[in-house]
């Protein structure tokens, strides 16, 4: 099982922006797919963006697509999501996951391991 630990998260003003890292265990990180999903107040969590072990052909939920950008440091261990141009409506608690069924990116079912949470709220 990975462990997977997510940071960064907090209270920013609409326009502002955060890094989100989510520092994973085991020593083949670099083969992990990884993912960003978010869960806004009372609503069911959503994909936000994928990446692949290579870290080339990210894939985006429209919502964000432009403002937010995901990468990964190997020698880290740790996947990232930075999140520019921040709106009221992106405010959630952000989860890493590591995809592990299939090439569905977007579905929360493809996940097998994820992280706590890291709570990021916007104000207008």
């Known amino acids: 099982q990975v462990q997977l630990v997510e940071s960064g998260g907090g209270l920013v003003q609409a326009g502002g922006s955060l890094r989100l890292s989510c520092a994973a265990s085991?020593?083949?990180?670099?083969?992990?797919?990884m993912g960003w999903f978010r869960q806004p107040p009372g609503k069911e969590r959503e994909f936000v963006a994928a990446i692949s072990w290579t870290g080339v052909n990210n894939i985006y939920a429209d919502s964000v697509r432009g403002r937010f950008t995901i990468s990964r440091d190997n020698a880290k261990n740790t996947v990232y999501l930075q999140m520019n141009s921040l709106k009221p409506e992106d405010t959630a608690v952000y989860y890493c996951a590591r995809r592990a069924y299939g090439s569905t990116v977007y579905l929360p079912s493809s996940y097998s391991d994820w992280g706590q949470g890291t709570q990021v709220t916007v104000s207008s």
């Open positions: 085991g020593r083949t990180f670099s083969e992990y797919r």
